[in-house]
């Protein structure tokens, strides 16, 4: 698995038996720590896990992703947001980039059991950065790969690739497209779905503190009205979804997140070099 | 009503005046503001009681609490027993003490305060929260020994852990249930930790009291969602013969204006809990970020806008306004509070509304406020604020602090469809807290709306009398 990219998996049997496709969880790694949310990328109702899949980021996640076998995480709080809407809706195309592949996963499974024809596009920056692929092709009756440095299939963005296959396959237009990764890939792949009409729903990543509903941090624009990201998403209607807002309020503790950074850099400076 | 009961002849007291952090000083830190009575001035305080014949004061007070009895016993220096007499009543003295609205409750109804200033019943009972937990060793906190697991048959679940999900919850404990208290956030407290900041109310005083009802045998459950985590119809088919549903009002409202989705503009909920819960203001230490301008807006009129503004005080901020859309008088705010908020230097902007908010690359800039005046009375019986055309003007600010009210949050009602609401989203619950689905009794902001501390545990109480009577009889 790639470096940067650690999945964690935690001892949650109410969480694992509660857990729909598309839900996240609320983390806190330490007394001190931010509340973080996750999304459940897997969840084993039997074994009572789920699997977190962190990228390294700032503090929090690299907190996270150091944690050893055995460890306990503080706080661990869901499965929270609305569900995926899993229907037979005829052909799905559902694309991952980056991190935003492993909430994938759930939906691909949900979705091919529940009668459609799955069209996975998964999109990292190179091939080390592709995750959960044997569990993606199992579910998929296409699975296609697109990395940014072409080291394996497409070279190029997932939205340029989703360009081209509609265009090389006009009769077979996808009755939903599902896109979940960084803000601009999935604004990328709207702007492709656009304009053939083909709902597109994307997974929303605002800055939350309680994942509850209860302070609106979270505060997301859709179809010009407010909605809180936690509890009336975190899945919108991405042709409604006003990108250019998240994008800014992804950025409100750029600052912030700096200090916390390299404070946290300094302390673990000798552990992460090795 | 005529003060019968005066007795005349008596040497006059003046009301003690608590001893303060100045406020130079305290607007630099976060600790609590107020420093608590001294003996010798709790005693001094007890000699203005007149021992009235009928004691007006206890009417004033939503849980009752035998007010005159307790103050005879701080005469006698029984300080043990006279915080046993408001535990009677009351097991959160030292929060009650500390934010209850006093002069809306029992000091408005103290027949001292007729003529003269009425007796300081919050602060007596905040020196003998105090007094308990510096001599915890003799008081019923450390002592009280109701671990008696093997009674414990019937289950009962309560929600929340805010003060009426507590209180509900080690009223059923000391009646020898098996209680679950079920809490989504990470730890308990509900608006006593996430809202209420640590110089109005330290965070030891509200674990001291949770500690309290943890010692009484309540099992809690923190990071709980109930409509999420569990529904209230599993927790009844899995043994719970019983539910207080005590959620509170926890939706913040926003003003539906343009530009309120800017960087640096934040609900009071999210600045609060940011701050408090989370512990912003010792960022970096801890994780949490809270930003900081050297101007803030603060939006609106009660103790949350007053708490809001003497937090953003407390984080640098040089200027900070308060925007409220009508007069003082019709303030919601604690009388102590406003002044407090004065003395900090909070800039009050009364007759003003925001219209819009003004922003540069995504952060906000400026807030364009309309003048009002009072029209005609509402109904809440205030004077209605009208806008007068053409008075806006631009207040420049770094951040925006929206406190202009809290609803019912539907997490948990989503659910529980079968649970009556009214149309605010509030459960509808009767005078004891029972809703309309069988064992399920409700209490506290989610029935009520945004209340008070000790209204949501008196009905805390409340609710676990009917509890019992329920779970003994199953009549419904
Ligand atoms: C519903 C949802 C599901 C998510 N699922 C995953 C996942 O499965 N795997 C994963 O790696 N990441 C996921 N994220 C993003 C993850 O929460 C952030 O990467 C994480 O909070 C970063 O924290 P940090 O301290 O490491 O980084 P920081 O240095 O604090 O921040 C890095 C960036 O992360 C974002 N961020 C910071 N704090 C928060 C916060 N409290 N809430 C949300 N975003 C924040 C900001 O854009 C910020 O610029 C999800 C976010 C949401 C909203
Ligand atoms: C900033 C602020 C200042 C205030 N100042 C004063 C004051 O000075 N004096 C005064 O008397 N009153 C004051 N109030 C009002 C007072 O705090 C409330 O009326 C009181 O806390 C209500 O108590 P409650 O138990 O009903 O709800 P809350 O205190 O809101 O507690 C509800 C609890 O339920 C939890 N919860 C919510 N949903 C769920 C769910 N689905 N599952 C599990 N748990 C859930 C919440 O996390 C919370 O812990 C203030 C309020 C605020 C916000
Ligand atoms: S609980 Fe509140 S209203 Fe009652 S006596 Fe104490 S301070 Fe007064
Ligand atoms: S507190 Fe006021 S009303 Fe109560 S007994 Fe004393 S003087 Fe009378
Ligand atoms: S994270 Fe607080 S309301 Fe969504």
Redesign the pocket.
Same mark, same amino acid.
């Given at each position: 698995m790639c470096a940067d990219t650690v999945s964690l998996i935690i001892f949650s049997p109410v969480i694992a038996s509660k857990a729909k496709a598309g839900q996240?969880v609320v983390v806190r790694a330490s007394e001190e720590g931010?509340?973080? &949310? !996750?999304?459940i990328?897997e969840s084993d109702a039997a074994a009572g896990t789920i699997n !977190?899949?962190? /990228?390294k980021?700032?503090?929090?996640?690299?907190l996270l992703c150091s944690l050893n076998k055995g460890d306990y995480i503080t706080d661990v709080a869901g499965p929270l947001?609305i569900p995926s809407e899993i229907e037979k809706f005829g052909t799905v195309c559902i694309i991952g980039g980056g991190?935003g592949i492993? &909430?994938t996963v759930p939906i691909i499974k949900a979705m091919k059991e529940a009668g459609n024809y799955v069209i996975s596009i998964i999109g990292a920056r190179n091939c080390s950065g592709l995750i959960f692929e044997d569990t993606i092709k199992k579910y998929s009756d296409q699975y296609h790969v697109c990395t940014d440095d072409g080291s394996m299939g497409y070279k190029g963005f997932v939205s340029g690739f989703l360009s081209q296959y509609l265009k090389e396959n006009p009769g077979k237009k996808p009755d939903r497209v599902v896109a979940i990764g960084p803000v601009l890939m999935m604004k990328a792949v709207c702007d492709v779905t656009g304009p053939g009409g083909i709902k597109t729903i994307v997974? !929303? @990543?605002?800055?939350?503190?309680d994942g509850t509903g209860m302070c609106g941090s979270?505060r997301v624009e859709v179809d010009g009205k407010t909605r809180f990201?936690c509890v009336d998403g &975190?899945e919108f209607d991405g042709h409604l979804v006003d990108f250019g807002l998240l994008n800014s309020r /992804? @950025?409100i503790?750029?600052d912030e997140?700096k200090v916390?950074?390299e404070k946290y850099m300094e302390k673990h400076e000798c552990k992460m070099k090795i | 009503m005529q003060n019968e009961n005066l007795k005349p002849a008596r040497k006059k007291i003046p009301r003690n005046k608590i001893a303060e952090q100045q406020p130079a000083s305290r607007i630099k830190n976060f600790s609590e503001v107020e420093l608590g009575f001294t003996t010798e001035q709790a005693l001094l305080e007890s000699e203005r009681c007149l021992m009235c014949k009928k004691p007006k004061c206890t009417d004033g007070c939503p849980v009752e609490i035998d007010i005159k009895g307790f103050i005879e016993l701080i005469k006698e220096k029984r300080f043990s027993e006279a915080l046993e007499k408001i535990r009677e009543k009351n097991t959160m003295p030292g929060i009650c003490g500390r934010v209850c609205p006093q002069e809306d409750q029992c000091e408005k109804t103290c027949i001292l305060g007729i003529k003269n200033e009425p007796v300081a019943i919050g602060k007596l009972e905040r020196f003998l929260a105090d007094y308990g937990i510096k001599n915890s060793k003799n008081n019923s906190q450390g002592d009280t020994g109701l671990k008696n697991n093997n009674s414990k048959k019937i289950k009962a679940a309560v929600i929340g852990a805010g003060p009426a999900g507590l209180t509900c919850a080690g009223e059923l404990a000391k009646m020898g249930y098996a209680v679950t208290l079920f809490e989504a956030l990470h730890k308990e407290g509900g608006v006593l930790v996430y809202g209420i900041p640590e110089f109005r109310l330290p965070k030891s005083i509200v674990e001291g009291e949770v500690e309290y009802v943890k010692s009484l045998g309540v099992e809690i459950k923190l990071n709980s969602i109930v409509g999420k985590t569990y529904t209230i119809d599993e927790i009844l088919e899995s043994g719970y013969s019983s539910i207080f549903i005590a959620t509170g009002a926890g939706l913040p409202y926003f003003l539906g204006i343009p530009g309120e989705n800017l960087n640096g503009v934040y609900s009071a909920n999210e600045y609060l809990t940011r701050v408090n819960l989370m512990k912003g203001y010792l960022f970096p230490a801890w994780d949490t970020p809270v930003k900081k301008a050297s101007i803030v807006s603060v939006i609106g009129g009660g103790n949350v806008a007053l708490d809001s503004a003497r937090t953003a005080k407390r984080l640098g901020a040089e200027k900070v306004y308060l925007i409220y859309r009508r007069s003082e008088v019709e303030m919601p705010g604690r009388i102590e509070e406003i002044k407090h908020a004065r003395e900090e230097g909070i800039e009050m902007v009364f007759l003003t509304n925001p219209v819009e908010i003004k922003g540069e690359n995504g952060w906000i800039k400026k807030i364009t406020c309309i003048r009002m005046e009072l029209g005609e009375p509402d109904e809440s019986g205030r004077r209605r604020p009208v806008k007068i055309p053409g008075s806006e003007y631009d207040i420049d600010t770094g951040i925006a602090v929206i406190a202009i009210g809290q609803g019912a949050n539907p997490v948990l009602t989503q659910t529980s469809p079968d649970i009556g609401l009214n149309k605010w989203g509030n459960i509808i619950a009767d005078d004891i807290g029972k809703t309309n689905k069988k064992g399920v009794f409700a209490g506290g902001d989610i029935v009520t709306g945004a209340a008070t501390v000790i209204l949501a545990m008196g009905a805390g109480k409340v609710a676990a009398r009917a509890m019992d009577n329920y779970m003994k009889t199953g009549v419904w």
């Open positions: 996240f931010e509340r973080i &949310p !996750l999304t990328a !977190l899949t962190i /990228l980021r700032g503090k929090t996640s690299s947001g991190v492993a &909430p997974s !929303l @990543n605002p800055i939350m503190v979270c990201g &975190p /992804l @950025n503790y750029c997140e916390s950074n | -």
